[in-house]
């Protein structure tokens, strides 16, 4: 199994690119500083972190495009990928990212508005509103259907 789940804050904004093709698709790269856990720096008593390059496409892509920002505190989950590739001085260079399945927010929108954040939801990133939801957020109940029939009186 390979199952990643990680909550750090974003050392900078996103970068996003979007895919060559029939169907643009958006790709966005950044990076996590993750605290070691119980890990103290033995020469000034600062925590240490790990930095984890995080990719997310499409959806989940535009996403941290338009609402992550620098120092936002987030929570993400995927897969580990590594992989390899020669630089142009001929050296062999390995990687490792996760590449999300899904991310949201860690900090409550009043914690992220102090740091000037700005975003309006904080829900996960793949999870669309159902189509027959009206503004209110609850669902419409189709026509016919009876009292009895409901979970609830």
Known sequence: MNRVILMGRL????EVRYSQGER?????????????????NQDN???SADFINCVAFDRAGEFAEKYFRQGMRVLVSGRLQTGSYVNKDGQKVYTT???LDDQEFADSKGASSEMGGGYTQSAPAQRPAPASAIGDGFMNIPDGVE???????
């Open 11 to 14: 050392t900078r904004d996103p």
């Open 24 to 40: 643009s698709m958006a790709i966005a790269r950044y990076t996590l500083a993750v605290d070691r856990r119980g890990r103290r």
């Open 45 to 47: 008593g600062e925590q």
């Open 97 to 99: 990212e996760v590449i």
């Open 147 to 153: 009292d009895e029939g409901l979970p609830f009186n």
